[in-house]
């Protein structure tokens, strides 16, 4: 065997390592490709379903000062407590839209007495609308990001940092600093979502970690 025999031997042998390395790389990113896009299509089926069966809360305070802020909880509070009275234990996100509709006049009123009291003359609107979300946790329980229906209360001009949580099921907690959300809320989360869905959503699984690094 001549040099250039055993050259073009060895050069072969590489060349045939060197597309099988080729086509083990391009097995793995024709399965992760394809994993990656029934996973993103599971997630984009749990958002839909768990927008059905939701209302969540927005809260659009005037500004970022410091003030603003303070009268964008206060409006938050006294809505939460004007509802925690007066309206009827539902049993559906549909009931619970339905007569937050019916109350949209007394929702705002409510919103303008805490703001005059304050001493603010800033207009607010209220209406249950379609809203996107970006991914939000409420304690244990974290949404997926989507289009959601929700009760939006507009303080002002609105271009201040807002606030956001879960009317039904109630989501909704003022401990901020332990975020820890009712268990009543969870359960009835847990009633109308599948075992899986409701796995998926939960932080004892690393469904959250896979949403991070997609929404890279």
């Known amino acids: 065997m001549n040099i250039a025999e055993k050259i073009y031997g060895k050069i072969e042998k590489h060349a ?16 992760s490709a394809a994993s990656q ?8 089926a749990l958002q839909m379903h768990l927008a059905q069966e939701v209302l969540r809360f927005h809260v659009l305070a005037n500004s970022d000062s410091e003030e603003d802020q303070e009268l964008k909880l206060q409006v938050r509070d006294a809505v939460l407590a004007y509802m925690e009275e007066n309206m009827p234990e539902e049993d559906s996100a549909d009931a619970v839209k339905e007569w937050v509709r019916a109350h949209i006049d007394e929702i705002e009123d409510v919103s ?3 703001i005059a009291e304050a001493g603010a003359d800033y207009p607010v609107s209220a209406a249950v609308t379609t809203c996107w979300f970006p991914d939000k946790s409420y304690g244990d329980v974290t949404f997926p990001a989507g289009n ?17 949580c879960v009317l039904y099921p109630g989501l909704c907690f003022m401990d901020t600093v332990n975020a820890v959300v009712p268990d009543e809320g969870k359960e009835k989360l847990k009633n109308v979502l599948t075992e899986e869905e409701y796995s998926r959503i939960t932080a004892d699984t690393d469904f959250k970690i896979s949403w991070f690094f997609w929404r890279k």
Do not use: M, P, Q
């Open 16 to 31: 045939v390592k060197i597309c099988f390395v080729l086509a083990v790389v391009l097995a793995a990113l024709v399965t």
């Open 37 to 44: 896009r029934a996973d993103a299509a599971e997630r984009t």
């Open 112 to 114: 303008r007495s805490v």
């Open 148 to 164: 959601y229906e929700a009760l939006r209360i507009e303080i002002g001009e609105a271009k201040g940092h807002n606030w956001w």
